[in-house]
């Protein structure tokens, strides 16, 4: 079975390969093919498969190319994870929108919609690549905003995309965690849109036992979210948010703190990932430890400014695995193999949330088989919850609208009805300070 990685060169790369390894069940990948637009990035990424594969028994072979075409004949599976602009791309993002006082966080507010602009072009030309030479194949999509993105795609491949995230699987494991459950075990009421859900209950054995854990500040606010939101929140809104809504109920706390850090993420990624690479071609060093050791900081420092805005404190070491390329494993294997699994994914709506059309795509529980991921029916979601996700969904309409038409104004519009953008003429200098930094956006007329 052939899977092709496209942003084959990203940092992340190791960890779906690590999972691949580990994969000895019947039908498993063969061959890996590495495609990315940096050769020098691929050649480290490169080096790094070849340390993990040293020790392994028929591990999957590795090729590289920077030809896209190439890449995708006769793939199964593509894993999209590409970085249209790069990291300093995303420090733009960032950096414009703090200059205007609102948020340039990469998937969400600002910094989310200046990076869909310029990735949706992109995205929606590898669908097309990959509906002309691989038609067969499914398409998993990693690429920020990954609901967006996901869309996109999804108008050109239908069901065969599929898009996924780490971060509902993480809060579903540490509640399941606090609760004394097996997360393998538990069913995760879980939905809303990408990096906006929220979950609504865990069931073990029938039982749904979030009121339980609501009902106990002390266990409330022993793990990550109950640190970050504060107890009192989350018994507010009877539920528990993705870690993301963060940016959206302390805005005002996050935008300050990440005026003031020292390094927005997005500059403190890019210099680090340029130490990686620089070192991981020397010859007179494992490239394998110097991305682990690189790979431990990175998830460390993770979201480091929100916590801190809360008195959050240091993430726990549980918390540090990431997770998903196991999820994006399962979700293969489920497909390939008809291995059924129930995955919370990125898929389009169906009907799931009546107040969405059933081609928006949403984040919520699937059953996957060999036909594909199929959205498990949900409860309504609360007044706050709706008003939140179809505003977002609203927004998401308009940069596909904009990544289309190439409608200047259209952007605009997009910034302008943010929930975290207050002002119309805040989104015409975003738009503004965007297309003079990036290139990508010079389709905007």
């Known amino acids: 079975m052939k899977l092709t990685m496209l942003g084959g060169g990203g940092f992340r790369v190791p960890l779906v390969y690590g999972a691949l390894l580990a994969d000895r069940g019947e039908g498993r990948v063969t061959e890996v093919v590495l495609h990315d637009l940096d050769d020098s990035r691929l050649h480290a990424v490169a080096r790094v498969l070849a340390e993990q594969a040293s020790t392994a028994v028929d591990a999957p072979r590795v090729t590289a190319t920077t030809d896209l075409d190439e890449a995708l004949r006769g793939a199964d599976f593509v894993f999209s994870a590409i970085r249209v602009g790069g990291l300093e791309g995303r420090a733009n993002d960032e950096r414009v929108a703090l200059a205007e006082g609102v948020l ?7 910094g989310g919609i200046a990076y869909g602009l310029r990735t949706v072009p992109v995205a929606v030309e590898i669908a097309r690549r990959v509906a002309r030479l691989a038609p067969e194949a499914w398409v998993i999509n990693f690429t920020n905003p990954a609901g967006l993105v996901t869309e996109a795609m999804s108008r050109h491949l239908g069901d065969r995309v599929i898009g996924i995230c780490d971060s509902p699987v993480g809060l579903g494991r540490r509640i399941a965690r606090v609760l004394g459950a097996n997360p393998k075990e538990a069913w995760i009421d879980y939905v809303g849109l990408n990096h906006l859900g929220w979950v609504r209950g865990l069931r073990v054995a029938g039982r749904d036992e979030l009121p ?6 002390g266990l409330l606010g022993s793990f990550e979210e109950g640190k970050l939101f504060g107890v009192d929140w989350l018994r507010s809104l009877g539920a528990i948010p993705n870690e993301y ?9 996050a935008v300050r703190a990440y005026q003031e850090a020292e390094k927005t993420r997005g500059a403190f990624l890019r210099d680090q990932q340029a130490r990686f690479y620089e070192e991981a071609r020397r010859a007179d060093v494992s490239a394998l430890d110097v991305w682990d050791r690189t790979r431990a900081e990175r998830e460390a420092t993770y979201m480091a400014e929100n916590r801190e805005t809360a008195g959050a404190g240091e993430r726990d070491a549980d918390d540090l695995s990431g997770g998903y390329e196991k999820v994006a494993l399962a979700l293969m294997r489920a497909i390939a193999w008809d291995e059924r699994a129930t995955l919370i994914l990125d898929v389009r709506n169906q009907g799931t949330l009546s107040v969405l059309d059933a081609d928006a795509v949403i984040e919520v529980p699937c059953l996957v088989d060999a036909n594909g991921a199929h959205p498990v029916a949900v409860a309504p979601l609360p007044g706050h919850a709706t008003g939140l996700v179809c505003a977002v969904k609203a927004v998401e309409r308009e940069v596909l609208a904009a990544a289309e038409s190439g409608s200047r104004a259209t952007a605009v519009k997009a910034f302008a009805l ?21 290139p990508g956006l010079g389709y905007l007329k």
């Open 104 to 110: 340039g966080q990469e998937t969400v507010g600002a």
């Open 212 to 217: 339980r854990l609501l009902a106990e500040p």
């Open 245 to 253: 809504l963060h940016y959206y109920y302390f805005n005002r706390e």
């Open 418 to 438: 943010h929930p975290l953008v207050d002002s119309v003429n805040v989104a015409r200098r975003l738009v503004e300070g965007y297309t003079a930094v990036h």
